[in-house]
Nanobody, 124 residues
Framework: VQLQASGGGLVQHGDSLRLSCTVS????????MGWFRQPPGKEREFVAG????????SYADSVKGRFTISRDNAKNTVYLQMNSLKPEDTAVYYC??????????????????WGQGTLVTVSS
């Protein structure tokens, strides 16, 4: 399973950005998908997850109301729409999927496969 994240870049405080993650090696239709991030000098943290049906989404408190995770199974792609970006959102963003199917997406410890990450830098 390979995950390719893209869409990162340098933006200003308050701007929006959309990250994409395309998966190869398996269809995402049966699997929960998620986004994590690793700020400079800190550990990786859960950002958002979507269940295998897309009917359940979960978010870290720090991004609720600003970020939206979505999926397009036909394109085997998951997205993270990020609005009202803040300097503290600066991080390398990783997409991930779970080993087992039919997940709800809200258990960070169940994510097993990772992409290479895309850097998001938000200037103040």
């Amino acid at each position: 399973v390979q995950l390719q994240a893209s869409g990162g870049g340098l933006v200003q405080h308050g701007d929006s950005l959309r990250l994409s993650c395309t998966v190869s090696g398996r269809t995402i239709s049966w699997f929960a998908m998620g986004w994590f991030r690793q700020p400079p000098g800190k550990e990786r943290e859960f950002v958002a997850g979507t269940s295998w049906t897309g009917g359940i989404t979960s978010y870290a408190d720090s991004v609720k109301g600003r970020f939206t995770i979505s999926r397009d199974n036909a394109k085997n792609t998951v997205y993270l729409q990020m609005n009202s970006l803040k300097p503290e959102d600066t991080a390398v963003y990783y997409c991930s999927t779970q080993k087992e199917p039919y997940g709800s997406g809200d258990s960070p410890t169940l994510y097993s496969y990772w992409g290479q990450g895309t850097l998001v830098t938000v200037s103040s």
